[in-house]
């Protein structure tokens, strides 16, 4: 019998090895659900009948193996060296004379995630605030270490007139047009069209035009970085960190970390993969969905949550839970996980990939607490039973080693004799003492 459950298990990993080849983009990121439908015909027959059925087998193949595969968030199936950011943008640069929704539904053709999704990526990232340097310069200086000058001799001539004589008032007033500034770019940007100026001509120059440096950026004299922020958040109701250049450089300022954190507090923003938000009044741009709706999620799905009691967005669905408008969106479910984080009524941790809401008790969760109330509530489970309980329960599927360190992790007590777990080592001994008596 456990020949052919491996038998079944190995033609799983063959065909669903098959599909990534098959749809495999070098330096692309796909959805597996473009995957799933390459290979539809051949992975029915082992099986594998769905999206989330591929990406969950994907997650045993491909977990902790070096080839060029990577799985994200949105059932992500990345290949090679992926930038989501530079994806979208390229994307976005390609389609720029379309409307966005028609874009987004054209991303979801191309590479397989939904149009709801694209069409957040897409106000999310595909507009950056600022540009890196080498962009700026539109070439990609190669091997060019952060904190080093450039010359004009890394770059082609150019012909423009105005950088023909520049004058430094002239740099200033294009180069100072905001209230925040990254400090580092304009003085890499001065270094290239005044090779022959000191930086002490720029620092008189940025003081006399009204600004102040701290942590790298530039601010307009007369309000604090706090408040400059207050306004940014204001102002731009998506943001996303970049890799270089201003947003990167207002991501990791800590006045602007005190700002967002704040918004977040309010329940105003969903943050976004740890380094972007949106805000709810975008969110309801982009989806076209009611601002009742996005606010009204988080409470609703926390009124009717058990107390003490885990779960995960796929089994409030599985479980028939309260029907809400924002399920007709067609989203993945980690939209609907960053809702549930930013209404912050409930507490959450994340076990592969997937996050698990528990509603009341105090102080933060962790993968290992899950296990534990698993364990105690099942005293005695065995060790091949707990991954399918996560998986029938909890929609949960967690490779093996991911399972064994979090259990190592947890205060679980392990009965290698009888090959299962308990709570603690008093529960084993009680269980023991009832079988002997």
């Known amino acids: 019998m456990a020949e052919v459950v491996d038998s079944k298990q190995d033609g799983r990993a063959e065909a669903a090895r098959a599909a990534v080849s098959a749809a495999r983009r070098e330096d692309t990121e796909l959805c597996a659900r473009l995957v799933f439908r390459v290979s539809r015909n051949e992975l029915r027959r082992v099986g594998i009948t769905t999206p989330i059925a591929l990406y969950d087998e994907l997650k045993q193949v491909f977990w902790n193996a070096d080839e060029g595969v990577t799985l994200g968030d949105h059932l992500s199936v990345g290949f090679g060296k992926v930038d989501r950011r530079r994806q979208v943008r390229a994307f976005a640069e390609r389609h720029a004379d379309e409307p966005r929704n028609v874009a987004a539904k054209a991303y979801e053709r191309e590479y397989g995630f939904s149009a709801g999704i694209a069409a957040i990526w897409l106000d999310l990232f595909a507009e950056p605030a600022d540009v890196s340097f080498s962009e700026w310069l539109g070439v990609e200086v190669a091997e060019c270490p952060t904190g ?170 599985a479980g028939g839970a309260t029907p809400h408008p924002l399920y007709g969106l067609d989203m993945p479910d980690d939209f609907y996980e960053g809702l549930l984080d930013a209404g912050g009524l409930l507490r959450s941790c994340t076990l592969a990939g997937t996050k698990v809401f528990v509603a009341g008790g105090e102080g933060r969760l962790s993968a290992a607490d899950l296990i534990e109330w698993i364990v105690a509530h099942h005293e005695g489970i065995e060790r091949d039973d707990l991954p399918r309980l996560l998986a029938n329960d909890l929609g949960i599927t967690c490779p093996a080693p991911l399972l064994t360190t979090t259990i190592y992790n947890s205060d679980v007590y392990y009965d290698d004799i009888g090959d299962a777990y308990y709570s603690s080592m008093e529960a084993w001994k009680k269980e023991a003492r009832n079988e002997l008596a």
């Not at 004009?152 to 007033?173: Q, Y």
Request: proline share 7%; glycine share 8%.
């Open 148 to 317: 080093a000058p450039a010359s004009r001799a890394d770059v082609p001539v150019a012909h423009d007139t105005e950088r023909e004589a520049p004058t430094l008032e002239g740099f200033l007033a294009r180069e100072l047009a905001g209230r925040i500034c990254d400090e580092g770019l304009v003085r890499r940007r001065f270094a290239f069209e005044f090779p022959d100026d000191p930086p002490e001509a720029l620092d008189r120059g940025i003081e006399d035009a009204g600004y102040y440096e701290d942590r790298g950026l530039l601010f307009r004299e007369g309000s604090t970085p706090n408040d400059h922020f207050t306004r940014l958040l204001a102002e731009h109701p998506s943001f996303a960190k970049g890799d270089a250049g201003f947003e990167n450089a207002v991501w990791q300022h800590p006045a602007f970390r005190q700002v967002l954190r704040q918004a977040l507090s309010d329940h105003r923003l969903l943050l976004y993969e740890g380094d972007s938000y949106i805000s709810f009044s975008r969110l309801h741009d982009v989806l076209g969905a009611r601002m009742a709706d996005i606010e009204s999620y988080a409470p609703a799905v926390s009124v009717d949550a058990p107390e003490g009691e885990p779960f995960t967005v796929a089994s409030l669905r």
